[in-house]
């Protein structure tokens, strides 16, 4: 039994949300060859064929519908637990402001003596 890793829980998620093997491959930037091995990998590992085909089209079986919404909210939390924080934007002293003071108001408004 193979081992399931994080590029294949990716990979899964690809070839779910999208029915295609060519797809799946342009969406993570790998060659449809290296992705059709992938889905044979999972295969293995989860004892499913997961996509079928009908006709010209893939198909998920019973059980990748199944797993559908889970492995995508794996995917998901994985990626927002392996995103760096984003700093909250800096003020630099031309755009801060006071908040007990109103702004001041420019010259031009300013009535002429």
Known sequence: MDSLDMNMLVALDALLETSSVTRAAERLHT?????????????????????VR??????PTPRALELRGEVAALVL??????????????????TARSPSRPATPSWSTWPAR
């Open 31 to 51: 060659s449809p060859p290296a992705m059709s091995r992938t889905l044979a990998r999972l295969r293995r590992t989860l004892g499913d064929p997961l996509l």
């Open 54 to 59: 009908a006709g010209r089209d893939l198909v």
């Open 77 to 94: 939390q994985a990626r927002t637990l392996l995103t760096p924080p984003v700093p909250p934007p800096t003020q630099g002293p031309s």
